[in-house]
């Protein structure tokens, strides 16, 4: 079975199209993110004690909360957590450093609901100083990654293509950034090394097709740039569906089937692989053929 | 078959026989169940245990704390080794409390990180982890001096009272100061004390109030003066961890005014033990008996025999537990006990401290991860059949899309799976990287990505046999033109994957491991090992039409 050969799309001429569809995307979700007072930061960078608590039946915020209240917890957040059997509980470590945070909170709950008793998940405990460590190296982290990256693409290819592969990827993890904003999910160590990974596959797919324009310049010498890089993106288009497709697929299952832990790292993963593949094409190419238009046009001035 | 053609055979044999091996014995240990494992030698088991993949505290559930030790105060010739000491201690605790594989080890300047897998009592731990348990045997000041001392709390007490204008020392009524009143204005704090067996007890519900007060008097210049420790005060306050009854339906709790300086501390302690029967009193109360060190013993041995009479306080970390007066003189040898408002557990903790040693700087928890083992079991199974899914989806696509050749496909992605297991069962780093499940993602991403070699290599191949080249002429440029774009493709995702094993901790580093050994891996078979299965098949079949 073969699909999507010999096709003659013109990608290169939707690209103003595409253009505008990334600085919404982005725009939607610098909106969300202002309008939410930046973004959602889960405990591992804001600090604070997270329990989970699976419940025999089904159980409300509400129940939870004032227990929670009646032991002196004040401002927890209560939210259900795959199911309404079970429920994640977000404090500040204040009360927790003084507490047996888990012990107490646990036997509170068997008291109050005697006929609905509650086991104990998780905890996770992250004091104000660690938070702010984790977030200047997650920051780091992916600095690191982008700068790593643009020297092995400047040295492999030309700078232009590193610029373009580096716009494709701070455009991949803004996007992806703005749907977890939209969609209420904080961020979490898990979810950073998740946009890691999106960074390191976008550029997978980046390269897949700057390899091709670079063999399809020499074989295809004398024709014009953009026609190069439109034929470069169609020979290498079942290619980058396939993979896509693949990854997806096991991504998805991820996604479905692996737990709520897991969730929102597949989440980020599943988001930054569609913008990823959409990226390569519509994103990083096309920053090229503009970079190069606008050089020969600058050489034609001259 | 030309001489490169069998050294490239034997090398593809070679590391596949090598994974299968070494991932043989982790499908073995964790296809076993609890009984099996009970049935098997326990040396067996344990070279079982050994050569197979390490669970992540994620998934097999258990505890991460990170401690930071604060070694300001220490004087410099302690702070030197204050971290090895503290590591020591811990492990000491641990060991007798009873955990299969801890891990302690020192992070950075000031931290250290404790991994306790598979943990049922995760509190307990805590406690038992961080506790500095300081152990101290503290004469009791006489009664005579516990009285100057209420004497000038009452005073310093006076002077912020009136100062604040809380209080005037003048009658508010305009009639004159009743004798009750005048020493209620002039007493503060000690007009609430009663005085039982010769020391001061103040009513339970009266101590929140009375430790309010003394924050706010400066105890250090209200104290009798140290008369040799110049600026130094010579007593101490301390509260009694017991309520006591008298036979009322009103607790009390004794108030001490202890010397500054103990007599001993924990350090003299050699053995501690739980015991009944500790307590005349109260005999199933359970409590510790400890036997002193022979300087200890010497020591205490000269204290009460010149202190006959006296009161001396056995005093944990700042409550005083019990406080019997000195009938005779202890000779050494003798053991002495601490007994007091513990539970069996609390006790037996409290020995194991004790036993263990004391820790040489308070610590405090500053990160704690702790997952319950339901939680690491759900992980485990749901993560396996979010695997196992995936794959399936994998393996059918692959085989409509690419035929024949995506069984080729295939065989790689299950010998990539077997190659990434098998190196982090083998690897001889210590601790060895575990599966945790971001780590276990990484797995299900990498059997994603595993195929892209394929499928770039398989594409080439595709159009080359279009421009209507031969079967092994179209194998052997397809191979050679996706090499590089492979090589380049991956060497980014490596680095993003680098970052992650530099900067991540736990389970985030859990997936940098598994993401870099299955790129590494898929270049290994996609580049090398299918490649060697289309040559063989080319040259012994001659095939003239490829199932692509």
Redesign the interface.
């Known amino acids: 079975?073969?699909f999507l050969?010999g096709t003659k799309f013109n990608f290169l001429g939707h690209r103003r199209a595409a253009f505008f569809l990334s600085a919404a995307l982005i725009l939607i979700g610098v909106v969300s993110v202002v309008v939410q007072g930046g973004l959602k930061l889960g405990i591992d960078f804001a600090g604070g004690v997270l329990l989970?608590v699976?419940f025999e039946n089904p159980v409300s915020a509400e129940d939870i909360r004032s227990t929670l209240e009646a032991i002196g917890v004040e401002e927890a957040e209560i939210q259900h957590f795959g199911g309404d059997r079970e429920a994640i509980i977000r404090m500040s470590a204040d009360w927790a450093k003084q507490h047996?945070a888990?012990?107490e909170v646990l036997t509170a709950l068997n008291e109050s609901m005697p006929d609905n008793p509650a086991?104990?998940?998780?905890?996770?405990?992250?004091?104000p100083?660690?938070g702010q460590e984790l977030r200047g190296?997650?920051a780091?982290?992916i600095l690191?990654?982008l700068i790593?990256?643009l020297i092995?693409?400047s040295i492999?290819f030309e700078f232009k293509f590193a610029v373009g592969a580096v716009a494709a990827l701070v455009h991949d993890v803004a996007i992806t950034l703005g749907f977890f904003s939209l969609t209420g999910r904080g961020l979490t160590?898990?979810v950073?090394?998740a946009l890691?990974?999106i960074?390191?596959?976008s550029?997978?797919?980046t390269?897949?097709i700057y390899?091709?324009i670079r063999?399809d310049r020499r074989k295809l010498y004398g024709k014009s740039f953009v026609d190069i890089v439109n034929t470069s993106l169609n020979?290498?288009l079942?290619?980058t569906i396939?993979?896509s497709?693949?990854?997806?697929?096991?991504?998805?299952?991820?996604f479905?089937?692996?737990?709520e832990?897991?969730k929102d790292?597949?989440f980020a993963?599943m988001v930054g692989i569609v913008v990823g593949t959409y990226s390569s094409v519509y994103v990083a190419s096309p920053l090229v053929v503009e970079w190069q238009i606008a050089a020969e046009a600058k050489k034609h001035r001259k | 078959m030309t001489s490169n053609m069998r050294w490239r055979v034997i090398l593809v044999l070679l590391v596949l026989v090598l994974a299968v091996w070494r991932s043989s014995y982790t499908f073995r240990f964790l296809s076993m169940d609890e009984t099996a494992k009970e049935q098997m030698a326990a040396e067996q088991l344990e070279d079982l245990k050994a050569n197979s993949l390490s669970l992540g505290l994620d998934l097999q559930g258990g505890m991460h704390i990170v401690l930071e030790v604060d070694k300001e105060g220490l004087p410099a010739d302690e702070a030197v080794d204050a971290m090895e000491r503290a590591v020591e201690v811990i492990t000491n605790r641990i060991d007798q409390f009873g955990v299969a594989e801890p891990s302690i080890q020192i992070e950075g300047e000031n931290r250290i990180i404790v991994q306790l897998p598979g943990l049922k009592d995760e509190q307990r731990a805590k406690r038992l982890i961080g506790r500095t348990a300081l152990l101290e045997f503290i004469a009791v000041a006489p009664p005579a001096e516990t009285d100057i001392v209420l004497r000038s709390i009452d005073r310093a007490l006076v002077e912020v009272l009136v100062a604040s204008g809380e209080m005037s020392l003048e009658s508010e009524t305009g009639l004159p100061l009743t004798e009750s009143e005048q020493l209620e204005k002039e007493h503060p704090f000690s007009i609430r004390a009663r005085y039982l067996q010769q020391l001061p007890f103040f009513l339970e519900k009266d101590v929140a109030w009375a430790k309010e007060q003394l924050e706010r008097i400066d105890l250090d210049t209200v104290l009798p003066a140290h008369p040799t420790d110049l600026g130094m005060p010579r007593y101490r306050i301390a509260w009694a961890q017991d309520v006591r009854h008298f036979g009322t339906e009103e607790g009390y709790l004794a108030f001490y005014v202890l010397e500054r300086e103990a007599i001993l501390t924990g350090s003299s302690i050699v053995s501690a033990d739980v015991r009944p029967g500790l307590d005349q009193d109260n005999p199933n109360a359970p409590g510790v008996s400890m036997r002193l060190s022979r300087s200890g013993g010497r020591t205490f041995a000269s204290h009460t025999g010149s202190h006959i009479g006296e009161y001396l306080a056995v005093v944990l970390d700042g409550s005083v537990y019990k406080a019997p007066v000195i009938k005779s003189r202890i000779p050494s040898g003798t053991p002495t006990s601490i007994t007091g408002g513990f539970t069996d557990e609390e006790a037996k903790d409290l020995a194991i401290i004790l036993r263990a040693g004391k820790l040489p700087a308070p610590m405090t928890v500053i990160e704690e991860r702790t997952v319950g083992p339901s939680l690491g079991r759900d992980s485990i199974t749901l993560g396996l059949r979010a695997m196992a899914i995936g794959f399936l989806l994998v393996v059918i696509f692959m085989l409509i899309y690419y035929k024949a050749s995506g069984v080729v496909a295939v065989a790689a992605l299950v010998a990539n799976i077997l190659i990434v297991i098998g190196i982090m069962a083998t690897l001889p780093v210590n601790p060895r990287p575990a599966l945790t499940l971001p780590g276990l993602a990484g797995l299900i991403l990498t059997i994603g990505m595993a195929v892209d070699a394929n499928v770039l290599i398989f594409e080439r191949i595709r159009e080359e046999l279009r421009n209507q080249k031969t079967v092994r002429a179209a194998i052997r440029d397809g191979y050679e033109r996706a090499f590089m774009t492979i090589m380049d493709a991956n060497v980014t995702t490596l680095i993003a994957a680098a970052v992650l094993l530099r900067f991540g901790s736990g389970p985030v580093k859990g997936f940098g491991v598994t993401l870099s050994l299955g790129i590494l891996a898929s270049m290994f078979t996609a580049i090398v090992a299918t490649r060697v299965v289309f040559d063989l098949i080319t040259v012994k079949w001659n095939v003239k039409k490829l199932s692509i």
Request: with cysteine; charged share 20%.
């Open positions: 079975m073969e050969v989970q699976r047996d888990a012990g086991e104990f998940m998780r905890e996770e405990l992250v004091g100083k660690v190296k997650a780091m982290a690191y990654a790593g990256i092995y693409i492999r160590l898990p950073i090394a890691l990974t960074v390191g596959y550029l997978n797919d390269i897949v390899d091709r063999e020979e290498s079942s290619r396939v993979t497709v693949t990854t997806l697929l096991v991504v998805l299952c991820l479905i089937f692996g737990g832990v897991i790292f597949a993963l």
